[in-house]
């Protein structure tokens, strides 16, 4: 037997968009649970490719070709530690 239950009260529908909600607290939720992140460079490639555009994907294609990874001292106090 199934029970069916009686229409409730009309709800109003939210607005689209991004709204910030709050927590037990009553703070707003971390940027990672609504999706607004603020992102910023680790670091900056040099390579003798003047635009990533031709710059070839596979490192057989053009195996002379050297670059060199400079990470940012701002953002890592220790970046020799950050690569293997």
Known sequence: MRVLEEPGPMR????PGPQPT???CGCVKPALETGNLLTEPIGY????FSAKNGTPRQPSICSHSRACLR???SIFNNPEHSLM
């Open 71 to 73: 990470i940012r001292k």
């Open 45 to 48: 490639l040099e390579s003798c």
């Open 12 to 15: 109003v529908l939210e607005e």
């Open 22 to 24: 709050a927590t037990g």
